[in-house]
């Protein structure tokens, strides 16, 4: 099923749903599909997050029928939807600390029991919490650095007005493509990462040590989830400048905004001239130091996981033979592209 089908199966149950909550449901469902991001439709329907997600991978398991008030694919949820935003709330905003945990400053799954436990007067096992995290769409993972020159304001500026305006252009064809670009570097000496091995028979991966690499340029349309990616011997202006001109042959005709990140080669005097020449071609600029920003971040990390890390190439231009199968397999299946990387801003 299309998403047009999808939207208007969804109104026709808008229609003829008469609980306020399954309303709800619906209506972020299909705001989801219309290209809302789920932080926008939580902000709209006073929502966390979490809820918002969860209602999104209910839909996309169960369908029409998961969203369904009395439908319980698993164990029934103890907490009432305010309760479960409440419990999303505390655990991704405060600390143990900040309601009542005396010198606790990570969350652990004992200490989310007692807390429910004291709010809501629910027992839950540690195992119980667990499942319920997940559910709200939390994982357990390692905190992350963030850059302290970021701005969070600028951020916040970008996702609630800029790239809004610039989703409303596209759709109202003002823009006819969107694109988000950024360049990386793919090294033959990659770092290794976790996989499954038997017990006892770890998986050793050669290495000379070198660090031979390929420079990349890619860019993935919003709209259709089509990459285009260049390969070149240094990241410098003259390769962006093929890339770019690689850009207005992909797409030959219309209007073009690049989003894309504030590094040095992006500004360098030497790209006016070029621009001026082909006024078709607009960059628009990220906050600084925010690569969460940039969506195509997200493909460099899929092609270390699925192409690079843990492997040994024996001959660098392996390298960038299997980089290119993986891009043409991802332009094989754009949907992939973007369930995978496009729906997170």
């Not at 003259?238 to 990140?261: Q, S, V």
């Not at 990390?301 to 397999?329: E, G, P, T």
């Amino acid at each position: 099923m299309n998403r047009r089908d999808e939207i208007q199966n969804l109104n026709e149950a808008m229609r003829e749903a008469s609980n306020k909550r399954l309303y709800e449901r619906y209506l972020a469902v299909r705001l989801h599909l219309e290209g809302h991001t789920f932080t926008e439709i939580g902000t709209l329907l006073n929502r966390a997050y979490q809820t918002i997600s969860r209602y999104w991978t209910t839909y996309r398991e169960n369908g029409l029928e998961g969203l369904e008030l009395d439908h319980s694919p698993g164990k029934p949820v103890k907490l009432t939807d305010e309760q479960l935003d409440e419990l999303a709330n505390t655990v991704e905003k405060k600390q143990p600390a900040d309601v009542g945990f005396e010198a606790h400053y990570t969350w652990t799954l004992q200490l989310i029991a007692d807390w429910i436990e004291r709010e809501f007067k629910q027992q839950y096992t540690q195992k119980g919490v667990s499942k319920l995290l997940q559910r709200l769409g939390f994982s357990y993972t390692k905190a992350t650095y963030t850059l302290a020159n970021a701005s969070a304001e600028e951020q916040e500026e970008f996702r609630t007005n800029t790239f809004p305006a610039l989703k409303k252009q596209l759709l109202e064809g003002e823009i006819d493509h969107l694109l988000f670009e950024d360049e990386a570097m793919i090294r033959a000496y990659q770092a290794l990462q976790y996989n499954w091995f038997r017990k006892g028979q770890q998986r050793k991966i050669i290495t000379t040590g070198k660090h031979e690499g390929a420079k990349l340029f890619a860019a993935i349309n919003y709209e259709t989830g089509h990459i285009t990616h260049r390969e070149e011997e240094q990241c410098d202006v003259n390769a962006f400048l093929r890339f770019l001109g690689d850009i207005l042959e992909e797409y030959p005709e219309g209007k073009i905004f690049m989003i894309l990140d504030n590094s040095r080669i992006h500004h360098a005097s030497q790209l006016k001239p070029f621009l001026d020449k082909h006024k078709r071609l607009h960059l628009v600029f990220l906050p600084k130091y925010s690569p969460k920003l940039n969506l195509t971040e997200g493909l460099w990390k899929w092609v270390r996981q699925d192409v690079i890390n843990n492997v040994y190439f024996k001959k660098f231009y392996r390298i960038r033979l299997h980089v290119s199968k993986f891009m043409k397999r991802l332009n094989a299946s754009p949907q992939k592209v973007i369930d995978r990387l496009l729906v997170r801003l």
